[in-house]
């Protein structure tokens, strides 16, 4: 018999400092305009002193409540972040402690691709038996490592964070994923610290992240259709990685999805790295769009670089 893992609970957590482009112009030189038209983005949430663990057990109790589980019942927590409070211990532990739970639980790094790779490797655990209740999380204090002064990254990211609890099913849940990685890129996109005794900022060349992301984005959405014989016209909803709403229009025409089935919040809270997709989803079941039994694709990029998609009926 088939074992699917099935989101039953998700939620969400923005901090709640706004930075508007206009607030963004004081500072730097750009304008409303130039970001909105460039990225769809208006503004972002910013953390003043919470640390990403914060974020992402407001997060994770969320999802937990919706799923109407408690965290003792967990077999297992991955947290998806960039921005970890410490060089260790993981902040997976951290957040452990403070939801009271009391499995194993370590942090996945894979920048903005953080969450769909943390996602799959729970399903793993819970198509082979290893695990039944399993917390995914993917939170980012990204602003620590955003260089303010540079225009042409500081206006794009913001921080917040999205989980998931996922459960074993007989009936539905992840039908298909897939992951890729691609290591020749590290100059197009990285924070060039050397680990030790700098933090580091991201540097990042816009333009080729940009049509690599096209590229790479809708080639992976055609391949995870194919495999479950699909088209997109029997999606009904795709949830990408909020980076910029060209990126996620561009590649929504090239497979053919209407952007009225595609939940876009980056114009909110600009790209919260391993957030986003988490974030979006849990926004779109709230509002009341995302319901029982549609069918959603996944899909999202990070520095790497590293890519992958998922096909869900929720
Ligand atoms: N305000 C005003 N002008 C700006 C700004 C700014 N914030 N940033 C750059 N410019 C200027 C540039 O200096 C350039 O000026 P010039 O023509 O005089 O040289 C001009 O605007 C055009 O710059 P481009 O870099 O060509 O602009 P582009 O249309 O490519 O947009 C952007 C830049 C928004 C960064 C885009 O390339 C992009 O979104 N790339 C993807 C980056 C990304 O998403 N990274 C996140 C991590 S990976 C991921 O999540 C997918």
């Known amino acids: 018999m088939n074992r699917f893992a099935r989101i039953i609970g998700t939620g969400s957590y923005l901090p709640p400092k706004i930075v508007t482009n206009d607030d963004l112009s004081k500072t730097i030189d750009t304008s409303d305009e130039w970001i909105t038209t460039r990225t769809g983005i208006k503004e972002r949430r910013i953390v003043t002193n919470e640390s990403t663990c914060d974020l992402g057990v407001i997060a994770a109790n969320n999802a937990l409540d919706m799923a109407g589980i408690d965290a003792a019942g967990l077999d297992l927590i991955i947290l998806a972040t960039t921005t970890p409070d410490k060089i260790f211990p993981a902040t997976a532990t951290m957040l452990q402690k403070a939801i009271g739970a009391n499995c194993p639980a370590f942090d996945l790094q894979s920048v903005c691709a953080g969450f769909i790779f943390a996602l799959t490797t729970a399903e793993q655990y819970i198509k082979t ?17 955003v260089d ?11 921080d917040g964070a999205g989980a998931v609890v996922l459960s074993g099913s007989e009936k539905t849940g992840i039908l298909h994923s897939k992951l890729c990685s691609d290591g020749n890129y590290l100059s197009s996109l990285q924070v060039n610290n050397n680990f030790i005794n700098e933090t580091g900022f991201i540097e990042m060349s816009g333009n080729e992240v940009f049509k690599i ?8 959405a055609q391949d995870t259709l194919n495999a479950c014989q699909m088209s997109s016209d029997e999606l009904d909803w795709m949830i990408p990685h909020q980076a910029n709403i060209r990126i996620i229009s561009a590649v929504a025409k090239r497979i053919n999805m209407p952007m009225d089935k595609v939940v876009v919040t980056l114009d909110k809270h ?30 999202g990029i990070g520095g790497g670089f590293s890519w992958g998609s998922i096909l869900i009926r929720a």
């Open 129 to 145: 038996g290893a695990a039944n209740k399993v917390l995914v999380v993917g939170s980012e204090t990204i602003s620590r490592i």
């Open 148 to 158: 303010w002064q540079d225009r042409s990254s500081a206006v794009l990211f913001g």
């Open 213 to 220: 992301a096209v590229n790479r984005l809708s080639d992976i």
């Open 270 to 299: 600009g790209n919260t790295s391993a957030a986003s997709i988490p974030l979006a989803l849990d926004i779109a079941i709230r509002d009341g769009r995302i319901q029982k039994g549609q069918t959603l694709l996944f899909e």
